[in-house]
């Protein structure tokens, strides 16, 4: 997954060369090869289960994440944490999930925490909008300052966005605080040297559909080739509905291919019969077929067939 990268060590703080995918290594110690052994004998173990905090199965594939939590007093050490979480705004339902994802969060400094927290809301960010960016990323807050500072401060230069929507940026997909940067620098190239697109629309596309930073290059230079080259869609109607970038490109050449056999593709606004890019991707079958085709069901699964 491009956006879950651990620390390299549960302990240390996270530098910008971190970004290393971690590969799991056998976690505990020779004589048994799974946490839940331990469960009886750790009453740190014992009570994070009743907590219903854990899926071991999850936590053992985490590098070094076993040892921690053997290492770890409930009472002394993750208490606070769990209640800084709760305070922080993570909802008790949502804290299995979290410390699955992140059990590392346990053994780091209560004081580091609160410093990142304080940091966030010195940026202005609100309580219910850094709860939602924990919860959604959940190493979030294992990053120091300085890397959330500089992650802020390139989207905000890269893309040439306001303070404002920098912050809405993060809040809707908080990941890019947290993943690689490389991936990302990447597909913003494509997007300029390689689709053609300019600075300003870059800023317009990432801005609606901020999963394009992250999405695959070879998805995007599939789906960009066939709206444009094939579909013949301008750079001005690309960015104007940068969401079909999301899309599966079968569900676009299926939907496409349909229109352009029933005589129906025109995606040109100036035309009467315009068909906008977003209801061609983004209705159900059903009504892609009635309302936009204007044929039935069975005929779309028909002209399938065909293909």
Known sequence: DWDDIPPSSALEEISEEEAVQIIAEPLLPLQSSTLRDYVDHSETLTKLVHLGVFDFSQVEKRQKAGQLLLTLDFEKDIRKILLFLKDVGVEDNQLGTFLTKNPYILGEDLEALETRVAYLKSKKFGKAEIAQMVSRAPYLLLFSVERLDNRLGFFKNEL???VKKTKDLVIRLPRLLTGKLEPVKENLQVCQIELGFQRDEIKQIVFKTPKILT????????????LHNIMGISH???TRFPQVFNSKLLRIKERHMFLAFLGRAQYDPAQPS?????????VPDEVFCTEIAKASIQDFERFLKTL
């Open 236 to 238: 001005h109607m690309l």
């Open 215 to 226: 999405a695959s290059k070879k998805r995007l230079r599939q789906t960009f080739d066939y």
């Open 160 to 162: 040439g966005l306001s």
């Open 274 to 282: 315009y068909i906008s890019l977003d209801q061609l991707v983004s």
